[in-house]
């Protein structure tokens, strides 16, 4: 048992064959299902045309039929206000149809903040794990997602006891 799958037990005992969903919307979505703390797929989705795309992100979602839904969460940080100027801001547009989706389903969604999923869920620790995906830069984000969520987040929840 490695570092990541004794912690999830940890914090997750009653979690079992629990289904996570973790998306990294974008023009190309990160996306990779967790089963307990097993990835079953980890993978890269061409997401440019809203709103065709988001349909297949629709689809894709009760496909896997989630318990919960982990969703990278978009912020314009000062230092990037001009370079915002005037953009089609395709990502918040995206993530804001996943919410809605989500809520419409009563699928429990968790956003993360890009920083929080790359604080600890390293380059070097998804390599040690056996989730890194070399050239998926952006499957290998909703892995991170993943993997935080299972290890760090609230650990009663959505289970109630």
């Known amino acids: 048992m490695n570092l990541f799958q004794s912690q999830v037990q940890k914090n997750r005992p009653l979690w079992g064959d629990r289904v996570v969903l973790s998306l990294d919307p974008g023009e190309t979505t990160g996306a990779c299902k967790f089963v307990g703390n097993d990835p079953a797929w980890i993978e890269q989705i061409p997401t440019g045309l809203i709103p065709q795309m988001a349909v ?6 009760l496909a896997n039929k989630p318990d919960v839904l982990v ?13 915002h100027a005037w953009a089609g801001l395709h990502t918040p547009r995206l993530i804001g149809m ?10 429990p969604l968790v956003k993360q903040s890009a920083q929080v999923g790359k604080g600890f869920c ?3 620790r998804l ?3 056996g989730f890194y995906k070399p050239g998926k830069r952006h499957a290998v984000d909703a892995v991170r997602h993943a993997c935080q969520f299972l290890m760090f987040g609230d650990a009663t929840w959505p289970i109630k006891a």
């Open 122 to 124: 390293t380059d070097e």
């Open 56 to 61: 297949s992100l629709c689809d894709l979602i």
């Open 98 to 107: 996943i919410e809605f989706f989500a809520f419409t389903q009563g699928i």
């Open 127 to 129: 390599k040690e794990w």
């Open 71 to 83: 969703v990278e969460d978009y912020r314009v940080y000062k230092w990037k206000t001009d370079s």
